[in-house]
């Protein structure tokens, strides 16, 4: 079992940036993680990856502006997201999958883009 928490999510100004964190219980190592985001009424939509091996993946929505990194030593992966839109505004998700077990999902952590 893997439990993650997410935090740095919050209101920001559109142009803004903010930092999410996803910290993890247990070793992340060999685990593939990505962040999702689900805003009202809609469903939940894949962000950004990163491989166990270190390769990222983005949406196309926020290439350029969102970068995924993970720091095996202190089981985390962060989101540095730049140039925030109001179209950004989402609950965003952790989640964490490695071969033959279900994924983990973390709570969540709210993003507000507006002015």
């Known amino acids: 079992q893997v439990q993650l928490v997410e935090s740095g999510g919050g209101l920001v100004q559109p142009g803004g940036s903010l930092r999410l964190s996803c910290g993890a219980s247990?070793?992340?190592?060999?685990?593939?993680m990505c962040w999702y985001r689900q805003a009202p009424g809609k469903q939940r939509a894949l962000v950004a990856q990163?491989?166990?091996?270190?390769?990222?993946h983005y949406s196309p929505s926020v290439v350029g502006r969102f970068t995924m990194s993970r720091d095996n030593a202190k089981n985390t992966v962060a989101l540095q997201m730049n140039s925030l839109k109001p179209e950004d505004t989402a609950v965003y998700y952790c989640?964490?999958?490695?071969?033959?077990?279900?994924?983990?999902w973390g709570q969540g952590t709210q993003v507000t883009v507006s002015s």
């Open positions: 989640r964490a999958s490695r071969a033959y077990e279900s994924p983990y």
């Open positions: 247990g070793s992340i190592f060999d685990m593939d």
């Open positions: 990163i491989t166990s091996s270190g390769i990222t």
